[in-house]
Each structure stands twice: as structure tokens, then as C-alpha cells.
């Protein structure tokens, strides 16, 4: 995948997918100040279990990628923990996108390691599986497919298909340009 430019947003994202693509609006950043946008890795977690995570872990994906794990919706354990995140951290993963649950949640901030999810617990997950990793996965009813774009931020998590990225980076510079103009107008206007 090509580099991104810097001034991509979450905002801008869904403006230019008309706001497809936005996950459930309960997945929030662990820490202020974040943002990530990389290419898509998926795995689905079972219930209250993280094994896929695992998987993944023994098999890095590109340095770059953004892990999405889908599946923990309902889990009152963690997705990962603070040992976890600095393995991804450290493998070149470049966040983490789940619908589920996080713990060590200090750590992982100060660590700098960026994550959106629906929530802190302190409670451990089983490692039993089973373990998908690769493939499709679905968040709050958003498909999402390992290669897809992640664009994430403060206000919130948006998903590009991989086959729309071109058409949708067009519509979002259009946006940004269309912004700037009128920004500059309203700073014209400034008693």
C-alpha cells in the first residue's frame, strides 16, 4: 500500500464515504491524540477469549499494519494486555482496532502504543480458541478485510475498502481543499 498523507483523518474519511465505513461509535481511544492509518489485519476473537491474538503474534503482519479484532463485542475479558501490546508494539503493528475490551490500560497509554476499543477491564481472557486470524470480520455490522484502510483518530475509527481507496483519497482531498478555502474566508471575516 502506498504512504498515506499526513493530513488524513477520520473526519475526512467519512466525509469522503459519506459516512460508510464508520465503526460503532463506542470504540474510542485509550489515550487522547491518537491517530492511526494503516492497512487492515483481521483476526476473530471467540468470547472472553484471545487465542487469535496469539496467532498473530507468532506471525507478524507487515510493520505498518493496523490490527482489527472483531468478535469480542459481548467479552467481559481483555482483548490484550499491557505485555501484548508491547509485543505489537515491538513487532511494527501500528494499533489496534476491537470491539472488545482492553486491560493494563496505563501501561499501554504510556507506552504510546494506540488503540481504540469499547472499554477498560482488569479481567483475563481464556486461550482456548478458536483462533481466525486473516480473512473478513465484522464490527457493529462494518465488514472489514485484511487490506482494507484503517483511518483512526480521537473521533473514532472509520474503514475504506481496499478497492475504494483511490476514488475516496480523491474525495477527501476535494473536502480538505473545500475546507481550507472556507476557513481562510472565515479568518478574512474576523472582527
Known amino acids: 500500500m502506498e504512504k498515506m498523507p499526513e493530513w488524513l ?6 466525509d469522503a464515504s459519506e459516512g460508510e465505513g464508520v465503526l460503532p461509535l463506542d470504540i474510542l481511544p485509550l489515550q487522547p491524540d491518537s491517530l492511526v492509518v494503516g492497512s487492515a489485519y483481521v483476526a476473530l476473537m471467540s468470547q472472553d477469549d484471545n487465542l487469535s491474538v496469539r496467532e498473530v ?7 505498518g499494519t ?3 479484532v472483531a468478535g469480542a463485542s459481548t467479552s467481559r475479558t481483555a482483548t490484550i494486555g499491557g505485555l501484548m501490546a508491547l509485543e505489537m508494539q515491538n513487532g511494527g503493528i501500528a494499533g489496534l482496532v476491537t470491539d472488545g475490551l482492553v486491560r493494563d490500560s496505563r501501561e499501554i497509554r504510556e507506552m504510546g502504543f494506540a488503540v481504540w ?3 477498560v ?8 480458541g478458536p483462533a481466525i486470524v486473516g480473512g473478513t470480520v465484522s464490527i457493529g455490522g462494518k465488514v472489514i478485510r485484511d487490506g482494507d484502510l ?6 473514532g475509527v472509520v474503514i475504506w475498502p481496499q478497492e475504494r481507496i483511490p476514488e475516496l483519497l480523491a474525495k477527501a482531498e476535494a473536502r480538505l481543499k473545500q475546507d481550507n478555502e ?7 471575516q474576523k472582527p
Open 150 to 155: 484503517v483511518i483512526a483518530d480521537d473521533d
Open 66 to 68: 493496523v490490527l482489527v
Open 182 to 188: 472556507r476557513l481562510a474566508r472565515l479568518r478574512r
Open 57 to 63: 503474534l507468532a506471525h507478524l503482519p507487515a510493520p
Open 117 to 119: 476499543c469499547r472499554g
Open 121 to 128: 477491564t482488569p479481567t483475563a481472557p481464556r486461550k482456548n
Open 9 to 14: 483523518n477520520a473526519t475526512l474519511a467519512s
